[in-house]
């Protein structure tokens, strides 16, 4: 299993970007797909994931209301779209895979993770 995150960017506060996750390579049953992020100095933070079983989202406390996550099954891709940014936002942003789970937010649950892709949000 692969994935490729991209989409990163400098955005001044209050705006948005898209990031995309794709996903390649077999995955048996039932998976979750979680966005995960991690600031200088701190340890990676779960932010979403979403559920292969039925599409069901989840979010963390400092960006619910303003991220949301979807899927395009067609393509096995998943994104993240991000508005009203911050700049505490700033982070390089992972992509992970739980096999087995149907939502999962601590990262040892996440069994294959992508290369990571830059936000950085100014003031």
């Known amino acids: 299993v692969q994935l490729q995150a991209s989409g990163g960017g400098l955005v001044e506060a209050g705006g948005s970007l898209r990031l995309s996750c794709a996903v390649s390579g077999f995955i048996s049953g039932d998976y979750a797909i979680g966005w995960f992020r991690q600031a200088p100095g701190k340890e990676r933070e779960w932010v979403s994931c979403?559920?292969?079983?039925?599409?069901?989202?989840y979010y963390g406390n400092s960006v619910k209301g303003r991220f949301s996550m979807t899927r395009d099954n067609t393509e096995n891709i998943v994104y993240l779209r991000m508005d009203s940014l911050k700049p505490e936002d700033t982070a390089v942003y992972y992509c992970g895979v739980a096999p087995g789970y149907y939502a999962a937010i601590k990262t040892e649950d996440y069994a294959y993770w992508g290369q990571g892709t830059l936000v950085t949000v100014s003031s």
């Open positions: 979403i559920s292969s079983s039925d599409g069901a989202t």
